[in-house]
């Protein structure tokens, strides 16, 4: 506040006002000169009163107006210094849209002082949420604020950076700065030798990657091969942007190709380079970015080629979960190649998935994603690793906690477990981990026949399972359970669901407690129908085909 009172003396105290010759946005017509003197000495007063109405109000708007349309570069920078003054009080004031108005004539300013603050102070009301983003827009406050990533001066650059990167996270403002031609400026700016305008040009290009548009734009202008040198930036903050900002043109899979050739896999490699780096969303973005590279099937080959294996098990064991995520779905990725499934078939990696599902077994996410991992393994020739690591037990753990994870999950654990049940030794490690609790789970999980595949899968796992007395035995403790699922079966729609009830209800009435049990309940009734309509089919067919052999 000094500041401007200081300012307003020494133009009060002058005795001529410089002009210059520039143009401006004529929103408002300049007053007079002797005005300005007037105003400049009534706004000195009023800042002295502490403006005993509202700093932004009508009386303060009026004077802001005149100064800032001044052709006296001093009454402009006491109207830049009132506005920041505003930013550095943390009144938390909304920036009325008539202020926009008085931004424009300060941003178009040939004063550098005045785009200096100008510029800051209306990067702070943007990043404090004080002023409405689409407002900026609609006042054209985009034309001047790109004009400055054209100063010569780093802070100017700097700022009008900023208010570009924040800014840019609309469709609305994504179509206007691309509309007005700010994608190569800023481009050229993610060049700079100043670490901040950097930085902040990075971060605004990121967030314009959001639009395919834009990504376009990009592309056509050279953009691949600067964010890809930028991976290597000693600054973390411009190595996750332009990470960022590869990731989501990797959501396109028009643009992997020349992603995946880019200088020899350079770019890969610097990504493989950047899961290892010390700061976590640094890591965790270069993975989300190999994720979406890994979409096509060029991309799953080649950076499994890479050795990938070794560079995500510190993620698998990492202590943020959404590093955790994206590591393990990348994981699932690279494992639908069938090509790729002996590379990623190693010990170590089977031990931190098993150890995951075991940590997390109710995190939907990694349960899933786990599963289906270890399910496109198990076609692999080296299954015996699978069966001696923790995987199978983080199933049956995951299988535990089905009031906790979504369908999608556990249909995954269930299918992931039919297809292991196919190799025998599959078969005997789960027999050493079954236990009461995972038959009880069983059992409910396959009496949800509305959830078909998830109920089929869990029944086809007890079936299987059933081969052996000792869970015979837990099964008895769950006999109203099994008895629910197989009146279910029986009367279902569906021939599979059926034939499953009535093979399953064979194995358990070679134990008397189960043969006694089902004779004195529903289930006689149901399979006697079940045994009537096949018999009536069995005579229409017979019927049928003598028909066709007259």
């Known amino acids: 506040m000094e500041d401007i009172q200081e300012c307003l003396g020494q133009i009060h105290e002058c005795p001529c006002l410089k002009r210059k010759n520039f143009k401006t946005k004529q929103l408002y017509k300049p007053a007079l000169q002797t005005q300005e003197e007037e105003i400049a000495q009534e706004f000195l007063q009023q800042i002295e009163r502490g403006f005993e109405m509202s700093p932004?109000?009508?009386v303060s708007l009026e004077a802001l107006r005149t100064l800032a349309f001044s052709e006296n570069p001093g009454l402009q920078k006491s109207a830049?210094?009132?506005?920041?003054?505003?930013?550095?009080?943390?009144?938390?004031i909304q920036l009325p849209r008539e202020h926009l108005e008085i931004y424009y004539a300060l941003l178009k300013s040939n004063d550098l002082e005045v785009q200096q603050i100008s510029s800051s102070s209306l990067v702070n009301?943007?990043?404090?949420g004080n002023v409405t983003k689409d407002h900026v827009v609609q006042m054209d406050l985009i034309e001047p604020i790109l004009e400055l990533l054209e100063s010569e001066d780093a802070t100017v650059q700097?700022?009008?950076?900023?208010c570009i990167m924040t800014l840019a996270v609309t469709d609305v403002s994504h179509e206007a700065i691309a509309a007005a031609g700010g994608v190569v400026p800023l481009l050229a700016l993610s060049k700079s030798y100043d670490p901040r305008v950097q930085q902040n040009a990075v971060g605004a290009i990121f967030n314009l990657t959001q639009s395919e548009w834009i990504q376009q734009i990009l592309f056509r202008q050279g953009a691949l091969p600067v964010l890809t040198l930028l991976l290597q930036s000693p600054n973390s903050?411009?190595?996750?942007?332009?990470c960022a900002a590869l990731s989501n043109m990797a959501t396109n899979s028009q643009h992997h190709k020349a992603m995946l050739q880019t200088g020899d896999r350079f770019l890969l490699r610097m990504l493989l380079?950047?899961?290892?780096?010390?700061?976590?969303?640094?890591s965790n973005q270069a993975c989300v970015c190999l994720r979406n590279l890994a979409a096509s099937e060029s991309g799953q080959t080649s950076i499994v080629a890479l050795q990938i294996p070794s560079h995500l098990l510190p993620l698998l064991a990492s202590n943020r979960k959404d590093t955790q995520h994206n590591s393990i779905i990348l994981l699932r990725i690279l494992s639908q190649h069938p090509d790729?499934?002996?590379?990623?078939?190693?010990d170590e990696v089977l031990q931190a998935v098993g150890n995951l599902l075991l940590t997390w077994k109710m995190d939907p996410v990694i349960v899933g994603h786990a599963a289906c991992f270890i399910k496109n393994l198990s076609l692999s020739r080296s299954i015996e690793r699978v069966i001696e690591s923790p995987c199978i037990e983080g199933l049956f753990q995951a299988v535990q906690s089905v009031d906790f994870l979504e369908e999608e999950s556990l249909h995954c654990v269930m299918s992931c477990l039919v297809d292991l049940m196919k190799h025998e030794g599959a078969t005997v490690r789960m027999l050493e981990l079954v236990d009461d609790s995972v038959v009880c789970s069983l059992a409910t999980l396959a009496g949800q026949v509305e959830q078909a595949e998830l109920s089929f899968h869990a029944a086809l796992v007890i079936k299987h399972l059933l081969q052996h007395k000792e869970v015979v035995s837990l099964l008895k403790s769950h006999m109203s359970k099994v008895q629910q699922y197989l009146i279910k079966y029986l009367i279902h729609q569906e021939n599979r669901f059926q034939h499953l009830g009535v093979s399953t209800l064979c194995i358990l009435q070679k134990d008397a407690e189960f043969s006694s049990a089902f004779s004195q309940s529903q289930l006689k009734k149901h399979l006697d129908q079940v045994r009537q309509q096949i018999a009536e089919t069995q005579d229409l067919l017979s019927i049928a085909v003598r028909h066709m052999d007259t």
């Not at 009301?125 to 404090?128: I, K, P, T, V």
């Not at 700097?158 to 900023?162: E, K, L, P, W, Y």
């Not at 790729?340 to 190693?346: E, F, P, R, S, V």
């Open 125 to 128: 009301f943007l990043l404090e």
């Open 56 to 58: 932004l109000g009508k």
């Open 273 to 282: 380079f950047l899961l290892s780096s010390s700061v976590d969303k640094v």
């Open 237 to 242: 903050e411009v190595q996750y942007y332009s």
């Open 158 to 162: 700097c700022n009008s950076c900023a």
């Open 340 to 346: 790729n499934q002996d590379a990623l078939m190693c």
């Open 80 to 92: 830049a210094l009132y506005y920041l003054n505003i930013n550095h009080q943390n009144l938390n």
